[in-house]
């Protein structure tokens, strides 16, 4: 089985990335919120949790997919997080072989525009019913443990994300 490729560019044509933003929500403790995949397999099981994520639409601004993202995916607004920071530069990953061949487009994979927020809210801010559920369930989770829990192939990107917002891990 061949390595999964480095998160950075790499010589990789960004032209062949679908644009997509990455968030990941820090508590006041530290942890980072992690959704369950809705409709996940038996034996996906494992690997069923990630941070919201989704594509930048045309027209549409990194930062304007982030907010709308955290909406759709989790019910939360602008006003139940603060931005903490955005990672540079755009982290890749690419799709397997069996879903690139199911899917239909011209990506070979993902770029994602990371952002880290502190959450202001409460837990009961979360609607993961707002938007057609991405997520059947949620909880909160160490940073560092997150590139074990997500998809295989995403796991480079999880990995350096969780190294660049190590500094967020700390109780405020």
């Known amino acids: 089985m061949k390595p999964p490729a480095h998160p950075l ?9 679908r644009p997509n933003v990455g968030l990941a929500i820090f508590s006041r403790r530290g942890h980072v919120w992690l959704g369950r995949r809705a409709g996940v397999r038996k ?5 069923a949790w990630q ?12 930062d304007q997919a982030a907010i709308r993202e955290l909406g759709e995916e989790t019910g939360l607004r602008s006003k139940h997080v603060e931005l903490l ?32 927020f502190r959450f202001i809210g409460s837990d009961t801010d979360f609607r993961l019913d707002d938007h057609t559920p991405e997520f ?8 560092d443990e997150t590139p074990d829990l997500v998809i295989p192939f995403k796991s480079p990107v999880y ?6 917002f190590a500094k967020w891990t700390q109780p405020v």
């Open 85 to 116: 920071e955005e990672v540079e530069p755009w982290l890749y990953y690419d799709f397997p072989p069996a879903l690139k061949a199911r899917l239909a487009g011209p990506y070979y994979g993902q770029r994602q525009k990371w952002f880290a």
């Open 43 to 47: 034996d996906e099981s494992k690997h």
């Open 159 to 164: 990995a350096e994300v969780a190294t660049r």
């Open 9 to 17: 560019e790499g010589g990789r044509d960004p032209s062949l990335y």
């Open 136 to 143: 059947d369930a949620w909880r909160w989770a160490q940073l």
């Open 51 to 62: 941070m919201p994520q989704g594509g930048v639409d045309r027209g549409e601004t990194p």
